[in-house]
């Protein structure tokens, strides 16, 4: 049985110039025993517009820890689904997988664990004529790494987040509040 109850993590790389390919995935991993399993089994169900699924590297290749992805942006369109159910999905479990390789996951705990990786996939993606399938390959798979490295290592600490409170900023709050 593990002991890895409750830990989350997240991780932001950003696009190529010119692609709307940032990847911005949200993890929440735990013991299949405790409150993240209890939530990766209510999300077996679908919602409209958010598609849940497993991560599948390819058919018949579902990742350990068992996963469930779903988006943070509503699905419209079946370019979008495409996008997400293939290049993403396979990025994610390639990335899950390296993870158990590199020890950043615990191998021998893998079917003890389980997460869910909320995914941002530009709705942008789905329409742009010229979109790079393998930068939104690599954003996801280097966020998705990323994101459960910082899980595992609870990352940022509470100490660096008072450390850098009045150097780091919020994107959005630029012009908006001064530190």
């Known amino acids: 049985m593990t002991d890895i109850w409750f830990r989350t993590g997240e991780a932001t790389v950003l696009a190529a110039e010119g692609q709307y390919t940032d990847a911005m995935p949200e993890v ?3 013991s299949v025993r405790g409150p993240v399993g209890a939530a990766f089994a209510a999300m077996m169900g679908q919602t409209a517009g958010h598609t849940r699924m497993f991560v599948v590297r390819d ?10 992805m779903t988006t943070k942006a509503t699905i419209h ?5 495409n996008l997400l159910g293939g290049v993403v999905q396979g990025a994610t479990g390639d990335a899950i997988v390296d993870c158990l390789i590199e020890g950043i996951l615990p191998k021998d705990e893998a079917d003890e664990l389980c997460m869910i990786i909320m995914i941002w996939l530009d709705p942008r993606c789905a329409d742009h004529a010229e979109i790079d399938l393998k930068d939104l390959y690599r954003t996801n798979y280097e966020a998705t790494k990323l994101a459960i ?3 595992m290592t609870g990352s940022p600490t509470v100490d660096e987040l008072i450390a850098n409170r009045k ?7 630029e012009g908006v509040v001064e530190y």
């Open 167 to 173: 150097t780091v900023q919020h994107y959005a709050l």
């Open 77 to 81: 369109d079946l370019a979008y689904v």
């Open 149 to 151: 490295s910082r899980a």
């Open 28 to 30: 929440l991993l735990g």
């Open 59 to 68: 058919l018949n290749q579902l990742v350990r820890p068992a996963t469930m």
